[in-house]
Every structure is written in structure tokens, then in C-alpha cells.
């Protein structure tokens, strides 16, 4: 289906771009906009555009909304015609038609594709001194481009003279009147328009202009500033400053800095957007700041540092702070992600009174090579948390890792530690080749823990590890602790540290391992020893089940007393 496209008379253009380096008069163009929907502005001479005899001299320049990716331009099959009322100030100006067609980048800063070189592309008879309908195309376009995502038309039209002392020609803009018919050079009104005959579609310029203060500052106050298009700090800084200030789609700080502060600040990116500081910084500030990115988006300060700050700041979609720092501060701060909280080779971190981090099914949490760090009074954690080669910290009151059913909280080669009055563990745990650390007054392991490589430790007045039938606590080859005034391992299955060391510690510890054994050449009680259920035959199991004889219990023993200063009771030749 063919496209037809119109030159409104006064609405901008949403980016700048250069002028064809064809054209060898550009003194006097301006930039519009071309539309594919017909406006109200009123059919316009524009004023009498002087030249240079001979010269090619460009009078406007009009560039599209983005159009979407995949649209194809084929010298085979692409048809292109225009159609303006034009007019020369007398008879010896020998005024003719010039027009050049471009393809250029979201940004307008790329050349992608020149579809027709500016030239007489349609039939050059000369301009009339009145206003008639001139044929500015009719052709086919010189090369074959398909576009990517975002790319723009940008048709610049002008006029040749080849004679005169005082040339001066007029072109006729606006929407308003009925369009031209097409190869026809009499008539004395009606609207131009240029048509290709490939379907052209186009995306909304609300949600993908660009707001670029490049080497400057742009800046914008009020009671409820908008900004909604795309935001590119450049070189430099952009703030947005009043009571309730939006920030409508994708940021970018370049190497600068966007700033948003007011009572209810919001960035919110459109699908396909980024929140994106580069090498500089994205800071929202105020009562109840927003940060809301539509499915498959990030939130990425790249190599830079985002923050948010306020009293319930709010990130609802996936964050990424790449070799940067994104921070979100305040009262309650929350991120609703449905997909990844990712720090990569930097730091995230969530501090407040209650912060969460609340993820859908299947989702993780990742601090990669960084470190993820969950600060607060209850801090949470619901779904799956993977920490890679990085650490993930969470301190509070009484911090909780709620992980829904087969998921894993996998610190990787790094460390995950809990720390708080009560921490809770209700979830499958695998620290992988780090380290796995729950610290608090009761602290509590519900499920699976499993520290792969590296060491567990639970420490506390009175921790408890107590997992649920076909369940393991492992230590791979590493260390097993727990450690307190009474520690307590309740476990109807498997204890295994593998061939590492097993320590339970404190003045009344417990292993309850009722029909399970213990598959470990180290484990050590220390403190005031009580028995449990079935600890003999436990003890004997673990002897057998590890091919130990009563000469190599002995000496294990004997090592561990070596190792510490405190009372040490041990149930020897078992």
C-alpha cells in the first residue's frame, strides 16, 4: 500500500539534521516536520527565497517520525512522486525544481541511505510567476536500504535558476486545501504532499524523541514539568525540577547527568527505552520517586551511578548498573522487577526501613562480578537470588530470603551473608564455591542449604537448622559450623560436609539425626555435650558410613583439641 506524506507549514521538526552537502545554498532553509496524517495549518506562500544564479538552494527541509524497523526502499519496486505549488518572481529567473531524499538514524546524527540525490527528479519545466503545480518527483529511488529501528525520512526541497539579475522564487506550504493531483502543472491551488508506493510505518514521536543538551545544560522547572521523549545528557547535565516532574521515556546521561527532583518525581521508559547514565549519573530525589520501565527494559547507569532517593522511591522493572553504581534510598524503597536486578561489575544497593526487592516467578537477582547489598529494618527478598562471582549482603532486623518452590539462592564463587535480630532461610541455598553466613539472636535454615565448595556458617544465641525431609545440609568440601549458646541441627535426612569438617558449638548443642547418617571424616562437638535421639548409632554410622577406624577418630580428635582453648568433649571409638 502506498505511503502519502504532507509538509505542514509551521510544526518543528523533532531532531536536527544537516543539510545534503549537495545543496550549495542553505542560508535561509528551515526544518519542519512531515506528517502522514493531515493537520489544519492554512496554505502558505512562504516568503520569497533569493539566490545566486545557477545554484542549487535548498528552501526546507522536512523529516518523519521514526519508522520501524524492516521497511524496505527497492530500486526494482519503490516508486517516489511529489507534487508543490511553486512560483518565480519573473520570467528570466528560469526557476526549476530540486529535490533530494535521505534516509537518516533516530537521532538525525547518521546518514543511512540517500534514496534519490538532490536533482530535477521530476519534469523540469519552469516555474509560472503565479502559483502552479509543479512535479517535483517522478521516479524510482537509486538505492535498495531497509531500515533499522527509529530511522527517518528527511525530504529537502529547493529550486535551480539559470538566469536573472534579482532571482527569487516562492514554494507553497500548508495541509489545509485539497492535495494536488498528481502529474498535473495547471493548477492554482491545493496541498503538496510527496507518495511512495511502499507501505511506511512510523512510530509515535511522544515516545521516542530525543531531549539532548549535548555540551550544554538543559533544564526545565514548574509546578509539573514533562519531558517526554528521550532524554541524552550529553557532555553535560539535565535537570528537571518541580512539585510532581515526569521524565516520559528512555535517559541517558552520556558522560553527563539528568537529574529529576520534586515531591513525586517519575522517569518512565516506553517498552524498548533504557534509564541509561553512561559514564555519568541518573539521581531521582523527592517524596515518592518513580523509576517505571516496561517489560524487557533496564535500569543501567553503564559505568556511571543511578540513584534513587525519598521516602518510598520505587523501581518497577529490571535494573542493571553494568560497571556503576545504582543506589535506591529511603523510608520504604522498593523494586518490583519482573526481570533481572543485575549490578554486574558494580553495586546495587537498597537501604531504607523496609526496603524489598519483589520479583516474579522464574526471575533473579544477580550481583554478577559486583555486590549486591540489601540494607533496612525487614528487608525481603521473594524470589530467586544468584549473586555470581560478586557478594550479596542483607542486614536488618529480621531480613527473610522467601524463595518460591524450586528456585535457588546461589551466591556463586562469591559470599552471601544474612545478618539481623531473626534472619530466615526459607528457600533451597547454594553458595557455590563462597561463602554462606546467617548471623542473629535465632537465627533459622528452613530448606536445602548446600555451600558447595566454600563454608557455612550459622551463628547465634540460639540458631536452628531444620530441613524438611529429603533435604541436605552440605558443605561440599568445605566447612559446616553452627555456633551458639544452644544450636540446634534437626534433620531427618543427610548432614554432609563431604570431605570437609563439620562443627557444631555452643553450651548445649544438638544433632537429632533420626534415621539419617553423617558422611564426614571431621565432626567435632564443642561445649557442654548432651545426648540426642539415636546419637550413638549416629556416631557409629559415621564411622562406618566413612571407613574410619578407632586409630584415625583419635587422631581427628586430637587435632581439634590441638586447634582450640576452650572445653572440648568429643565422643571417641564410637
Not at 500548508?174 to 510505518?201: A, C, H, K, M, S
Not at 526487592?357 to 537470588?385: A, E, Y
Not at 539419617?516 to 555435650?529: C, E, Q, Y
Request: aromatic share 6%.
Amino acid at each position: 500500500m502506498a505511503t502519502k506524506l504532507w509538509f505542514p507549514l509551521t510544526t518543528a521538526a523533532a531532531v536536527s539534521v544537516t543539510p545534503d552537502a549537495g545543496w550549495e545554498t542553505t542560508a535561509g532553509f528551515v526544518s519542519r516536520v512531515l506528517v502522514s496524517t493531515k493537520g489544519s495549518s492554512t496554505l502558505t506562500d512562504e516568503s520569497a527565497y533569493t539566490s545566486t544564479t545557477g545554484q542549487d538552494a535548498l528552501h526546507r527541509q522536512y523529516i518523519s517520525f521514526p519508522m520501524d524497523a524492516g521497511i524496505d526502499f527497492l530500486i526494482a519496486s519503490t516508486g517516489i512522486t511529489c507534487q508543490l505549488m511553486a512560483k518565480e518572481s519573473a520570467t528570466n529567473d528560469n526557476a526549476t525544481n530540486r529535490l533530494g531524499i535521505r534516509i537518516v538514524s533516530r537521532d538525525g546524527s547518521t546518514v543511512r541511505a540517500t534514496i534519490l540525490p538532490i536533482g530535477a527528479n521530476g519534469v523540469t519545466t519552469e516555474f509560472n510567476t503565479s502559483n502552479r503545480s509543479k512535479i517535483f518527483a517522478n521516479t524510482g529511488t537509486a538505492v535498495d536500504y531497509t531500515t533499522v529501528d527509529g530511522d527517518r525520512l528527511v525530504v529537502e526541497i529547493g529550486h535551480n535558476d539559470a538566469g536573472g539579475a534579482s532571482i527569487s522564487t516562492t514554494i507553497n506550504w500548508g495541509e489545509t486545501g485539497t492535495d494536488l493531483t498528481q502529474g498535473n502543472e495547471t493548477q492554482t491551488t491545493g496541498n503538496g504532499w510527496v507518495n511512495f508506493t511502499n507501505t511506511i510505518t512510523f512510530q509515535a514521536e511522544s515516545q521516542n524523541q530525543t531531549v539532548l543538551p549535548g555540551v550544554g545544560a538543559l533544564a526545565s522547572a514548574g509546578f509539573a514539568p514533562i519531558l517526554a521523549g528521550a532524554i541524552i545528557a550529553g557532555l553535560s547535565a539535565l535537570t528537571v525540577n518541580g512539585f510532581i516532574p515526569i521524565i516520559g521515556s528512555g535517559i541517558n546521561a552520556g558522560t553527563g547527568q539528568p537529574v529529576i527532583t520534586g515531591f513525586s518525581p517519575t522517569i518512565i521508559s516506553t517498552q524498548n527505552q533504557t534509564a541509561l547514565s553512561g559514564t555519568g549519573a541518573v539521581v531521582a530525589t523527592g517524596f515518592s520517586p518513580t523509576i517505571s520501565v516496561s517489560n524487557n527494559i533496564r535500569a543501567l547507569p553503564g559505568t556511571g551511578q543511578g540513584s534513587v532517593n525519598g521516602l518510598a522511591p520505587v523501581i518497577n522493572q529490571g535494573i542493571n548498573t553494568g560497571i556503576g553504581q545504582l543506589t535506591i534510598n529511603g523510608f520504604a524503597p522498593q523494586t518490583k522487577i519482573g526481570v533481572n536486578v543485575f549490578p554486574g561489575l558494580g553495586l546495587a544497593v537498597i537501604t531504607g526501613a523496609a526496603p524489598s526487592i519483589v520479583l516474579s516467578n522464574n526471575q533473579i537477582v544477580q550481583s554478577g562480578l559486583g555486590q549486591l547489598t540489601l540494607n533496612g529494618f525487614s528487608p525481603i527478598l521473594n524470589n530467586k537470588l544468584a549473586i555470581g562471582l560478586g557478594q550479596l549482603t542483607i542486614n536488618a532486623f529480621a531480613p527473610t530470603i522467601t524463595v518460591g518452590s524450586g528456585t535457588v539462592v546461589l551466591p556463586g564463587l562469591g559470599q552471601l551473608s544474612l545478618s539481623g535480630f531473626q534472619p530466615v532461610i526459607k528457600t533451597s541455598i547454594i553458595s557455590g564455591m563462597g561463602q554462606l553466613t546467617i548471623t542473629g539472636l535465632a537465627p533459622i535454615i528452613q530448606k536445602i542449604v548446600l555451600s558447595g565448595l566454600g563454608q557455612l556458617t550459622v551463628s547465634g544465641l540460639s540458631p536452628i537448622i531444620n530441613v524438611s525431609n529429603n533435604k541436605v545440609v552440605a558443605a561440599g568440601i568445605g566447612q559446616l559450623s553452627i555456633q551458639g549458646f544452644s544450636p540446634s541441627i534437626l534433620i531427618p535426612r543427610i548432614i554432609n560436609p563431604g570431605a570437609g569438617l563439620l562443627i557444631i558449638s555452643g553450651f548445649s548443642p544438638i544433632i537429632d539425626n533420626v534415621g539419617g547418617v553423617a558422611t564426614t571424616k571431621k565432626l567435632v562437638m564443642i561445649g557442654h555435650f548432651r545426648k540426642s535421639v539415636n546419637l550413638e548409632s549416629y556416631f557409629k554410622n559415621v564411622a562406618l558410613k566413612s571407613g574410619i577406624n578407632d586409630v584415625d577418630v583419635d587422631s581427628e580428635i586430637n587435632k581439634q583439641i590441638k586447634k582450640t582453648s576452650r572445653f572440648i568433649k568429643t565422643i571417641k571409638n564410637v
